[in-house]
């Protein structure tokens, strides 16, 4: 008799705002480890195609790579501004990264939000299967899973929150939170990246929606519900981006950029053009270290990289011209014929190219006033020289702060601080530089990007199916 063929697990079922279709993946970032995940045992990636239509979802646009499936959905121009630009961007992410002051709520942007959600979870249902593993990946997707619940989906659902979650008593000042918020419940497991997000989503549910705790880091809400809340700290390609670093050091950008900076130091700073990134701060606290260590006058070079974002969005305007007038004010007064302080550059360059930037930098600057995570610091740390690595500046409230605690760590908001911690890093012995360098790159090696999804993915496919469709 012939034996039987051992059961073949579900795909996995990957949910995100936007999808990375083929041949658009870029290494080492958070793209390449879900395709990773996907192709292991084949799987679905679906999302927003980035595209706009007359409709929303009237239509799933199928791709296929080898075992992985992609399929989008298009967005119309009104669900777009409210579901994205609208609740997810004008409310929740302010409300995520600790500014309830540039909150816009607008009733109709949370509809916008819900719908777009509701529309996600009707063309999901129809493509998964009863053994699929699903994994939702942030903010923009809260309530997706108690949407799929309510139209009789009973497969495992992780979801991942990307951002930082502030503490409960800032989160009740969302409109409508429980609403939101309790749709959590949902999932099987939800991930954050550290122990305060993990304690304030404890906080949140015990104290809010009156859940309580249950072994494992369960917890059981009045209804019924039981979801299991830990942490996963995101991370790097660490093995990829070093070899990355090792072969941009040939490249023409590296070089070009060597040549330019006629032995002075460089301090690096690489961040999307956002207000949680602390970039006017960081400007002032450059200012300062100019201002009070004239010594350094022409021996350093700080570049600014900061790629335009939601510049639909009257605060990211703001922030910019900010920039612009503060970098322009800090060259007039200090620059000399042969030498400009500061190097603004609003525009992104390609993986290969920040590598070896990163590796001809003395120092990194990686100042947010709030980060989920923040993987320019690990990137930075990764793509070091061995024998003479540069000094990781970085701000206490950036997740990677818990993990990268040999870094100079810094307030961000006090400039005197942030000044006092570049000059350290640029007159730091060698020996204290590698000896720093050497504990954060163990940490990266040990806890690299494959290990934070096989991680939560192990968790999930362990956690108890849901009984409950509702």
Same mark, same amino acid.
């Given at each position: 008799?012939?034996?039987?063929?051992?059961?073949?697990?579900?795909?996995?079922?990957?949910?995100?705002?936007?999808?990375?279709?083929?041949?658009?993946?870029?290494?080492?970032?958070?793209?390449?480890?879900?395709?990773?995940?996907?192709?292991?045992?084949?799987?679905?990636?679906?999302?927003?195609?980035?595209?706009?239509?007359?409709?929303?979802?009237?239509?799933?646009?199928?791709?296929?790579?080898?075992?992985?499936?992609?399929?989008?959905?298009?967005?119309?121009?009104?669900?777009?501004?409210?579901?994205?630009?609208?609740?997810?961007?004008?409310?929740?992410?302010?409300?995520?990264?600790?500014?309830?002051?540039?909150?816009?709520?607008?009733?109709?942007?949370?509809?916008?939000?819900?719908?777009?959600?509701?529309?996600?979870?009707?063309?999901?249902?129809?493509?998964?299967?009863?053994?699929?593993?699903?994994?939702?990946?942030?903010?923009?997707?809260?309530?997706?899973?108690?949407?799929?619940?309510?139209?009789?989906?009973?497969?495992?659902?992780?979801?991942?929150?990307?951002?930082?979650?502030?503490?409960?008593?800032?989160?009740?000042?969302?409109?409508?939170?429980?609403?939101?918020?309790?749709?959590?419940?949902?999932?099987?497991?939800?991930?954050?990246?550290?122990?305060?997000?993990?304690?304030?989503?404890?906080?949140?549910?015990?104290?809010?929606?009156?859940?309580?705790?249950?072994?494992?880091?369960?917890?059981?809400?009045?209804?019924?519900?039981?979801?299991?809340?830990?942490?996963?700290?995101?991370?790097?390609?660490?093995?990829?981006?070093?070899?990355?670093?090792?072969?941009?050091?040939?490249?023409?950008?590296?070089?070009?950029?060597?040549?330019?900076?006629?032995?002075?130091?460089?301090?690096?700073?690489?961040?999307?053009?956002?207000?949680?990134?602390?970039? #006017?701060?960081?400007? &002032?606290?450059? @200012?300062?270290? /100019? +201002? =009070? !260590?004239?010594?350094?006058?022409?021996?350093?070079?700080?570049?600014?990289?900061?790629?335009?974002?939601?510049?639909?969005?009257?605060?990211?305007?703001?922030?910019?011209?900010?920039?612009?007038?503060?970098?322009?004010?800090?060259?007039?007064?200090?620059?000399?014929?042969?030498?400009?302080?500061?190097?603004?550059?609003?525009?992104?360059?390609?993986?290969?190219?920040?590598?070896?930037?990163?590796?001809?930098?003395?120092?990194?600057?990686?100042?947010?006033?709030?980060?989920?995570?923040?993987?320019?610091?690990?990137?930075?740390?990764?793509?070091?020289?061995?024998?003479?690595?540069?000094?990781?500046?970085?701000?206490?409230?950036?997740?990677?702060?818990?993990?990268?605690?040999?870094?100079?760590?810094?307030? #961000?908001?006090?400039? &005197?601080?942030? @000044?006092?911690? /570049? +000059? =350290? !890093?640029?007159?730091?012995?060698?020996?204290?530089?590698?000896?720093?360098?050497?504990?954060?790159?163990?940490?990266?090696?040990?806890?690299?990007?494959?290990?934070?999804?096989?991680?939560?993915?192990?968790?999930?496919?362990?956690?108890?199916?849901?009984?409950?469709?509702?």
């Amino acid at each position: 008799m012939t034996p039987r063929a051992k059961a073949t697990p579900g795909r996995l079922v990957v949910v995100s705002n936007r999808v990375a279709l083929p041949r658009q993946t870029t290494p080492g970032g958070l793209a390449s480890a879900l395709q990773a995940a996907l192709l292991e045992r084949g799987g679905l990636w679906f999302g927003w195609s980035g595209k706009l239509a007359a409709a929303t979802g009237a239509e799933v646009h199928h791709q296929r790579s080898g075992n992985v499936e992609y399929a989008t959905i298009d967005l119309s121009r009104a669900d777009q501004e409210g579901y994205y630009t609208g609740f997810a961007n004008g409310t929740l992410w302010p409300m995520l990264h600790y500014r309830p002051d540039l909150v816009n709520y607008q009733r109709s942007h949370l509809d916008g939000y819900l719908r777009v959600n509701a529309i996600f979870a009707d063309q999901l249902k129809r493509l998964i299967r009863r053994d699929d593993i699903i994994w939702v990946h942030d903010y923009h997707l809260i309530p997706l899973a108690s949407m799929l619940r309510e139209r009789g989906v009973r497969n495992r659902i992780g979801f991942f929150l990307h951002t930082p979650l502030p503490a409960a008593g800032l989160l009740i000042a969302l409109p409508n939170h429980r609403q939101l918020l309790e749709t959590l419940a949902s999932c099987n497991l939800v991930g954050v990246h550290t122990a305060r997000d993990l304690r304030a989503l404890e906080d949140y549910f015990l104290h809010e929606s009156g859940a309580s705790m249950r072994t494992g880091g369960r917890m059981r809400m009045p209804d019924g519900r039981l979801f299991r809340a830990a942490r996963f700290p995101i991370s790097i390609d660490t093995a990829a981006i070093v070899r990355a670093a090792q072969d941009a050091e040939s490249q023409p950008e590296s070089r070009r950029l060597q040549a330019s900076l006629e032995d002075r130091a460089l301090i690096i700073g690489v961040d999307r053009l956002d207000y949680a990134k602390g970039l #006017p701060q960081r400007f &002032e606290a450059y @200012a300062r270290l /100019l +201002e =009070r !260590a004239p010594e350094l006058h022409r021996k350093v070079i700080f570049m600014q990289i900061a790629p335009p974002s939601r510049g639909a969005v009257q605060e990211y305007r703001q922030i910019r011209r900010e920039l612009e007038r503060t970098a322009g004010h800090i060259n007039g007064k200090y620059a000399t014929p042969d030498w400009v302080p500061i190097r603004y550059i609003n525009k992104s360059f390609p993986h290969r190219s920040l590598a070896g930037y990163y590796r001809s930098a003395r120092v990194a600057l990686v100042t947010p006033l709030r980060d989920g995570m923040n993987l320019v610091a690990k990137e930075y740390v990764a793509c070091q020289r061995r024998r003479d690595p540069g000094v990781l500046i970085l701000s206490r409230f950036a997740g990677a702060a818990q993990e990268l605690t040999e870094a100079l760590l810094v307030n #961000p908001a006090d400039a &005197e601080e942030v @000044a006092d911690a /570049l +000059e =350290r !890093a640029l007159k730091m012995p060698l020996r204290q530089r590698q000896s720093r360098w050497a504990a954060m790159m163990e940490t990266l090696e040990a806890n690299d990007i494959t290990n934070w999804r096989t991680s939560f993915l192990d968790v999930l496919r362990h956690e108890p199916p849901r009984r409950d469709a509702a």
